[in-house]
């Protein structure tokens, strides 16, 4: 009996169970559950998501649905505006120098400092050269960078000392060389202390034993080339030449011995080296002016000479020589041309200048004299002496001769007689108010009043009485009139020119460049007698015309010191 096909599968059946089990294991394999169709669907759909809309449906999912735990970032936690660490580690290695760093550095620098020398081109720009200066300090290297740049600065000026042996070229010619080599030092070390102005600022501070880079170079010009035997005595010695010529009416290089002079001032120099030696030469030259110009001129001329010498070493110190030389040189002439000769020129002359009025020449014997010490109580003495009565005498003749003759003078008179004793008509008035304007009125002034004019008479004042023997009268200071004050102001002005003009310079020195207001402004605070701002600004276009300071070129109202 054939068997039932009742449990038996069919054909399709198992092909179809087959397939079920094929797809399953397919699903299977590529990660997908068997339950779950609808998520592997929606996986499928995900994948064809953008980022936005997939980012949007995990925000909705609170909590796991399907069995699958979420993965949740370790900063998820971190609510908004915490802080978070950074946290930085050291280098596990400190970082290393590159081989031979120090040696190629140095050769880097030294080779620049050398072309800075021979004045030919640098390879590198100065950036990458302060910075290799930098990194030198940087590690420890600064001494050791200073001792090489020393060395290097001192063979260049050991090698520029020996053009200067040779004796085969002129005075002049041998001071311009000096110049030159002097001028072209500074250029250099202005240049290699650009360089390495970061070794200067950090181990040059630090050190006191070690001096500036400037400084070193000074030392190095002063010590290799100044201090040579042979080139200091030729330097002082052309300049006293050329000072000498100029002297004698020749015109000379001014700016060549301003630049030598004020180097000899920057190496601190000028005293011992040049100042002695020249304060000789000048006495000596004065001395014999004054033995032989006093036989020949006559006093008047003689007096104009020792005015015009006086002007002519003043406009020296304002040219080249150092502001410190003014009073030594300045005695030295006054000593050497009037305090020697004082009484000569009294003798020889004062009582032709009184006799012929000559108030121009006077006035110029009482300046001269007024600088000289006992200059006026000589003069004084000579003047009495030409009248034959004191001054201090004057009052005294004036009482007895009224007391005797019991007249009245009119101030016509009293001018004429006073004339005659060479008395000046203001002094004259002086004398007479304090006479009869004062406390002790021994004269009666008619009319009566406290100041004195032409027609006043005066009469002796018989009832005048005093405790004293003895007594003091004081003389009354007269008013001055405008036109007087300005005359004053201006004469005053005039003699104190050169303590503005010496004011000026310094502070153009120390400053370098200032605005005119500032300029004014530091004048004011430095001088300490009035002065007009139109006499400064007078005294500061003399020095431009002078060349001691210049104007800028864009801007007229602002000033530059020129070196």
Known sequence: MPLSNTNKPNLQDEQKLDGDENRKKRKLSEGISPPNHKRARENIDESQMTDSQRRANFSAISSPSNGLNKHVSPLANNKPGATKKLVIKNFREKPRLPENFQQQTWEKLKESVEAIQRSTSI????????????????????????????????????????????????????????????????????????????????????????????????????????????????????????????????????????????????????????????????????????????????????????????????????????????????????????????????????????????????????????????????????????????????????????????????????????????????ELKRTLQSLACGKARVLLKNPKGKDVENGDKFLFNGGFKHKLCRIKINQIQMKETPEENTTTTERVFQDRQYQVDAAIVRIMKTRKTLTHNLLISELYNQLKFPVKPADLKKRIESLIDRDYMERDKENQNQYHYVA
């Open 123 to 426: 390879r590198w720009s100065l950036e990458e050269l302060y910075q290799a200066v930098e990194n030198m300090c940087s590690h420890k290297m600064s001494a050791q960078l200073y001792d090489q740049l020393k060395e290097v600065c001192d063979k260049h000026v050991r090698c520029n000392v020996e053009q200067f042996k040779t004796e085969n070229v002129g005075f002049e010619q041998f001071l311009k060389n000096v110049d030159g080599c002097w001028q072209a030092h500074c250029r250099q070390m202005i240049m290699i202390r650009s360089i390495f102005l970061f070794l200067d600022r950090t181990y040059v501070l630090q050190t006191s034993s070690v001096m500036s880079i400037w400084d070193m170079g000074l030392e190095l010009f002063r010590t290799h080339v100044m201090f040579h035997p042979l080139v200091q005595k030729r330097t002082v010695d052309g300049i006293l030449q050329l000072i000498k010529r100029e002297r004698t009416g020749e015109a000379v290089d001014r700016q060549l011995i301003k630049s030598l002079l004020r180097m000899l001032s920057d190496l601190q120099m000028y005293v011992d080296a040049f100042e002695h030696s020249f304060l000789d030469a000048t006495e000596s030259l004065y001395a014999a002016e004054g033995q032989q110009l006093m036989q020949e001129r006559d006093v008047p001329e003689y007096l104009a000479y020792v005015d015009k010498r006086l002007h002519e070493e003043m406009e020296r110190l304002l040219h080249y020589l150092d502001m410190s030389t003014k009073k030594p040189l300045v005695s030295c002439v006054e000593k050497q041309l009037l305090e020697k000769h004082l009484t000569q020129i009294l003798q020889k002359g004062l009582d032709q200048l009184l006799t012929e009025n000559r108030i121009k020449d006077l006035t110029l014997m009482y300046q001269l004299f007024s600088r000289v010490k006992d200059g006026l109580k000589e003069m004084c003495t000579a003047f009495a002496t030409y009248i034959k009565v004191p001054v201090l005498l004057v009052a005294r003749l004036l009482v007895v001769t009224w007391e005797d003759r019991m007249i009245q003078h009119g101030m016509n008179s009293l001018l004429i007689s006073f004339y005659i004793l060479s008395i000046e008509e203001g």
